[in-house]
Structures are given as structure tokens and as C-alpha cells.
């Protein structure tokens, strides 16, 4: 499958798009997001907690855990609007499958088209991306922004051969990613912070709030999971 070619456009309002499971939000998560704000000239910033990941073990954190610990770490820091987009928790609680595809497509139709969607993943995800449901879709909803994350190699001679050629097709400018929808990607490689929720909730529960793990969580979000005891 081809995908369609992004014309040049007017974009008139650029958002960028952010998953995860955030079991906690930590400092990497919050650094990408703000530098690539800055970098595409991002509008708006839309924060999509995951609801119980198929691809991962049990989450510690709940879903409203989760979404508060989201509020407290971008509330004062985020230099745009952003909202937590609740779409991906709502259809686990309904016990739906839940995949990016179906968010895009949710995000696009309540948005329209002339907003360009910039999905930003970690180098992590750029590796899986092939296995996500309908992934040569994705081309045709949003931009695709990859950031680099150590030990995670970013170069296509590693990535499976279909997916490998599409994002070539796709590769693009910054430049590109300001002026079109959907269709671009991107690799940031200026970014490469080695960290992982998966670290700091194992550091929290075996020797507690260490100054390494205290440097890695916002203030606020620390002493929130702390009086809610989610880690230890
Ligand atoms: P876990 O260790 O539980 O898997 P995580 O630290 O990878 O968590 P997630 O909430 O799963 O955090 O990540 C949300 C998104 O942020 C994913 O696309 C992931 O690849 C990306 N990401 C997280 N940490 C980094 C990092 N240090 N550098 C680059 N991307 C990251």
C-alpha cells in the first residue's frame, strides 16, 4: 500500500499528539513534548493516557491516577493549551479494543482537515510501529514524530522492509511537518533522555524516593504518588 502525497497546505491550528501509558509521567516525557512544541510551532497539545495496555502487564497507576498525575506534571510547565484526552481509558473501560488508529481517526474527524496532527512516539515505538493495527493508515491521519531514546537504534536498515520503505516515502523537512496535515515524518535525534517509567516505579519500590528518582519525576507528581502510595 502506497500512502497519499501531502500536499503543502495551510495548516491553520498544528497539535501534537501524545500516548502513553504515563505509570508515572516522568522528566523524557515532559522534555519531548515541550521541545517539540517548540520546534513544529505546536498550538496545542493533546495527552492520550492509554487505558489497560494490551502489550503491557498490569499498570500500577489507575486511569485517574494516571490522568492527575498528567495535570500536575504539564499544568505549570507546558508553554501551550493542552487537554487530556480521556477517548483510550473510555473505551478500555468499556471493555473495547483501543488502538491509535481509531484515536486518530477520532481526532480528526472532531478537528477537520485543515489541522495538522503530530503524532509523537519514542524510538521504542518506532520499532514496533509495524505491528500497530491498520499502521500504513496512520500515514494518511498524522505526521510521525520519533524520538530518540538511548539504546534504541534509529535507522531504517533495522525496521521491517515494508514499513522501512513507506517512512522513506514519508521522510520530510521540518519545514514539511509545519506545512502539511498528515503524511511526514520525522526523526528527532536531538533528544535522548535514559529514562523509563519502568525504572522509576522499580526504584520507587525498592529503595523509595532516591534524589536520582526525585531528579526524574516533577515535584508535584512525586508528592502526589506518594500520599496516594501507588509504588511502594
Ligand atoms: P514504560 O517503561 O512503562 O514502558 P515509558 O517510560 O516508555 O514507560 P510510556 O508512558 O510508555 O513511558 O511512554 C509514552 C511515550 O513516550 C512512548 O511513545 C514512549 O516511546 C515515549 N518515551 C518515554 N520515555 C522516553 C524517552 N526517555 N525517550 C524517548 N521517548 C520516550
Known sequence: MGIETAKPQKVQHAVLVFGGSFDPVHQGHMAMVQHMVER??????RLIPAGQPWQKARLKASAEQRTRMLQLAFEDTLTVPFCIDQQEIERAAAQVPSYTIETLKNLRSQLGNAVALNLLIGADQFHNFATWKDWQQIFNLANIVVAARPGYNLQPDELPSEFAALWQQAN?????????????????????????????????????????????????????????????
Open 40 to 45: 513544529l510551532q505546536i498550538d496545542e497539545v
Open 172 to 232: 520530510g523537512t521540518i519545514e514539511d511537518l509545519k506545512q502539511c496535515s498528515f503524511g511526514k515524518t520525522w526523526l528527532e535525534t536531538d533528544l535522548a533522555w535514559d529514562i523509563s517509567a519502568t525504572r522509576i516505579r522499580d526504584e520507587l519500590q525498592q529503595q523509595g524516593q532516591t534524589r536520582e528518582t526525585t531528579s526524574l519525576i516533577p515535584r508535584k507528581v512525586l508528592d502526589y504518588l506518594q500520599s496516594e502510595r501507588i509504588y511502594n
